[in-house]
Nanobody
Framework: QVQLVESGGGLVQAGGSLRLSCAAS????????MGWFRQAPGKEREFVAA????????EYTDSVKGRFAMYRVSAKNTVYLQMNSLKPEDTAVYYC?????????????????WGQGTQVTVSS
């Protein structure tokens, strides 16, 4: 059974930082494609960041480039999303996702496994 568990969300003022964690269990995700998505109330789930460890490629949506960084700690089988210079428009539930595909995936339908989500709220 593959499981992804997010944590690290919370309430932060604009300009602040948060680090989200996505702990994977059930198998080692060293070669998996991993992604972060977010969904604000009344909006569709949108792409935030994605990585293909096997290809060594990372992609970010334009609105977070230079502010967010996705990385992993292999020994912990955990992927992180470091979020700096947060803005109120970053407020959403953040989800991590995983796929055994050897590519960088920027669409939700490309992923097979999802976490339960963690709320990020940025106050102005």
């Amino acid at each position: 059974q593959v499981q992804l568990v997010e944590s690290g969300g919370g309430l932060v003022q604009a300009g602040g930082s948060l680090r989200l964690s996505c702990a994977a269990s059930g198998r080692t995700f060293s070669s998996y494609a991993m992604g972060w998505f977010r969904q604000a109330p009344g909006k569709e789930r949108e792409f935030v960041a994605a990585v293909s460890w096997s290809l060594g490629s990372t992609e970010y949506t334009d609105s977070v480039k230079g502010r967010f960084a996705m990385y992993r700690v292999s020994a912990k089988n955990t992927v992180y999303l470091q979020m700096n210079s947060l803005k109120p428009e970053d407020t959403a539930v953040y989800y991590c996702a995983a796929s055994p595909k050897q590519q960088t995936i920027t669409t939700p339908r490309g992923y097979d496994y999802w976490g339960q989500g963690t709320q990020v709220t940025v106050s102005s």
